[in-house]
């Protein structure tokens, strides 16, 4: 790699200064982090799995290549670990398609004061009337990604539910939960792989203090 490129493994190793410059916040995350991927309700191979799908998310190569080294340790098959990718791939790819229903309020000046209801996803009549053959590959491509594989589909809700809330998409939301739910998922399970995408997303905060770092020393 060239000298000006932004991400090397041996950065990494700056992140040993946020226990020098922010001690007391560093060892706060660094003890819930732990605890967000111990085993509990989730075990510690499906935490990992969520973990790689969160991470490709959040876009960290830093936790990308963590969370699958950490993966491998709990024999996770790389056919695993891209069935989870999809997952985010089709939750990604949902969450703009689901925003679309507010485009296209925006667009057409209504919906009032709300900007997030249930009634707006009717706005995908739209989507499949004037975009038919892109919103039928669509929906295609996330049947396909949702469906059963080595990973049991109460496996790949729990990987969208903790998806969706890195995304930050309502409607995946509730149309996750609500699927994982009935497929017999927990409460405690839920939070726990809710856990998991926090942790994952301030973990990309904190990794990418070592680019930060770089910056300001140069």
């Known amino acids: 790699m060239s000298d000006d490129n932004l991400y090397k493994r041996s950065y990494g190793a700056r992140l040993r200064e946020l226990g ?4 007391e916040a560093f060892r706060a995350f660094m003890a819930f982090n732990q605890q967000a991927m111990a085993e509990g309700s989730l075990s510690g191979k499906l935490k990992e799995l969520i973990a790689v799908a969160v991470a490709h998310v959040t876009g960290c190569p830093y936790c990308i290549e963590a969370h699958v080294k950490a993966g491998k340790k709990w024999e996770v098959s790389k056919e695993e670990m891209m069935e989870a990718v999809m997952v985010a791939t089709a939750l990604k790819a949902g969450s703009a398609m689901a925003h679309g229903a507010n485009a296209l309020q925006a667009y057409d000046e209504t919906g009032g004061d709300d900007l997030y209801t249930k009634s707006a996803m009717s706005e995908y009549v739209a989507y499949r009337r004037e975009n038919a053959e892109m919103f039928r590959t669509y929906s295609a491509f996330s049947q396909q990604a949702m469906q059963p594989g080595l990973l049991s589909q109460k ?3 729990c990987i969208a539910v903790a998806v969706a809330h890195v995304t ?8 996750h939960t609500k699927a994982a739910k009935k497929l017999g998922v927990t409460r405690e ?6 856990m998991v995408a926090t942790a994952l997303k301030a973990g990309s905060a904190i990794a990418h ?6 910056a300001y020393d140069e």
């Open 20 to 23: 020098k410059l922010a001690p």
């Open 189 to 194: 399970e839920l939070v726990e792989a809710i």
């Open 155 to 157: 496996e790949k809700e």
């Open 168 to 175: 930050g998409c309502p409607y995946c939301i509730d149309s």
């Open 209 to 214: 203090s070592v680019n930060a770092l770089n």
